[in-house]
């Protein structure tokens, strides 16, 4: 069986989550009458100190609903160039918001208080409305790398000097609480929603949830029936919410440990080039070489057993997640020294 270093969206139930998964207690979502469904929503609004939740089946679905809610045709969203909500969902701003993006280029994914004063537009008829900053964290393209919290609550101000909503893509933010020590509320204090992926990091098969004040999550249902998102019997899937709320956030620590095992390795390699930061479970790394390398590269490690992604023509990611084992790890270095 290959080693997947793919994402950590490969992870597969662990036996104690497919035991709760199984003895769920389940009804219609739809109308409300899910207790499994009811319970993961409250259980993650109490965790992050935010009003209300959502729990919807994708993190894309509940980015894209945040971004629906918050803005209008013709508006503008400012975030950074690499950020998932532009990049790897589709064009949903543009599609289901019909709205245009502002995208500025950062620091490992990472964008400042003062760029975002720079990029709002001026109350112009000409131009479009700036309502809504929206950050990643951790973030993926910029290889795992979490937000220093000052910037985040300098954009913060931002925003409300000037009546701008901010949302957080936090699909890997359980691995940078773990990796800062950072809190859920501490972020639940300073965004107006919140989406956090339950199928990355904590393993679960399916799912994400969308938090913020009771009003906003009632517009947010009504968009997620919009999108086709309303479930039914969705509570043995949010069991697996649950359980991995309950277990699975503190083990990302060996999640980012095994990341650090694997760069340490590839520093050592002449065809590697640059290899950034490795904060939490993300490895990007740069090769010096011919068009194309990365892929060949990639190429050769599925040969040994070692699945990963050419990211760019020059530049090679591996997630680790709760499916890579210690053993797996010796076994990703043993080839890698090899190479």
């Known amino acids: 069986m290959p080693i997947d270093l793919r994402s950590d969206t490969v992870t597969r139930p662990t036996p104690p989550m497919l035991d709760a998964m199984f003895s769920a207690s389940v009804g219609d979502d739809v109308f409300g009458e899910d207790p499994s469904v009811n319970s993961l929503e409250a259980m993650a609004a109490r965790l992050f100190g935010m009003e209300a939740a959502l729990y919807c089946p994708s993190g894309t679905m509940s980015n894209q609903i945040a971004i629906k809610c918050h803005t209008q045709p013709g508006d503008e969203v400012i975030c950074e160039q690499k950020a998932h909500i532009y990049v790897y969902e589709g064009g949903g701003i543009a599609f289901n918001s019909g709205s ?50 000052e910037e985040i609550r300098r954009i ?52 994400s949830i969308l938090l913020g004040p009771a009003t906003f999550i009632k517009q947010a249902r009504r968009v997620r029936k919009v999108f086709g998102g309303g479930m039914r019997q969705a509570g043995f899937m949010a069991a697996a919410g649950i359980y991995a709320l309950e277990n699975n956030i503190e083990r990302l620590a060996v999640d980012h440990s095994h990341a650090r095992t694997i760069a340490a390795a590839l520093e050592k390699k002449d065809f590697v080039k ?26 050769d490690l599925r040969e040994k057993g070692i699945l990963t992604i050419a990211i760019a023509a020059n530049q090679v990611r591996m997630v680790t997640h709760l499916d890579i084992s210690p053993s797996m790890v010796d076994e990703v270095v043993s080839v890698i020294e090899q190479l």
Do not use: W
């Not at 760029?115 to 709002?120: D, E, I, P, R, T």
């Not at 501490?186 to 799912?207: H, R």
């Open 156 to 207: 913060r101000q931002v925003c409300t000097d000037n009546h701008l909503k901010f949302h957080l893509d936090g699909a890997r933010l359980f691995n940078a609480l773990v990796a800062t020590g950072q809190t859920a509320r501490e972020f639940g204090a300073v965004f107006d929603s919140i989406s956090v992926c339950l199928n990355k990091g904590l393993g679960c098969p399916i799912g």
């Open 274 to 299: 640059s290899i950034m930061p490795v904060e939490t479970n993300i490895i990007i790394f740069e090769l010096g070489g011919a068009m194309d390398c990365a892929r060949s590269l990639s190429a």
């Open 100 to 149: 245009q993006v502002r995208a500025l280029p950062g620091d490992l994914g990472r964008i400042t208080a003062g760029q975002v004063s720079l990029a709002m537009n001026p109350d112009d008829v000409h131009r479009a409305r700036t309502s809504l900053v929206a950050l990643e964290n951790t973030c993926n393209r910029g290889g795992g790398s979490c937000y220093d919290f």
